[in-house]
């Protein structure tokens, strides 16, 4: 049996601690050469991802914009035809009256033809 002694034991534990710090000394370098190596092309891909952000933003920003353009038309024709309509029914109430009455009466029909079950006759 091998006894070591308290000299030859104090050195390979420095030995041992030596080649620990290499090891990671060694890893180290590994990841940062591949930390260095990989990094443009995240960075090349945050570039992207940015980029496309930007377009999605412009491009709902002009929908957006659209949008409240379609609106705000729709808008004042509604108020166009509520305008016209009123002014009709103002200036022929009669008429507008028996055209109310003719539409509702056409609908009424139409309801009644569609619902109407196979079994009355």
């Known amino acids: 049996m091998q006894t070591i002694t308290t000299t030859q034991g104090g050195n390979m534990g420095n030995a041992m601690i030596h ?6 000394n060694s890893m ?5 050469r591949a930390s260095e190596a ?3 092309a995240i960075d090349g891909l945050a570039a992207g991802a940015h980029q496309a952000t930007n377009r999605m933003a412009m491009t709902a920003t002009g929908a957006a914009v659209g949008l409240r353009s379609a ?15 009123s002014s009709y029914v103002q200036d022929k109430p009669l008429t507008s009256l028996g055209i109310a009455a ?20």
């Open 102 to 121: 003719a539409g509702g009466f056409l609908l009424g029909m139409i309801l009644l033809l569609t619902h109407k079950s196979p079994d009355r006759h």
């Open 19 to 24: 080649r620990v710090d290499e090891a990671s």
């Open 71 to 85: 609106s705000e038309r729709l808008r004042a024709t509604q108020n166009q035809l509520t305008q016209g309509c």
């Open 28 to 32: 180290h370098h590994a990841i940062d």
């Open 38 to 40: 990989v990094g443009p």
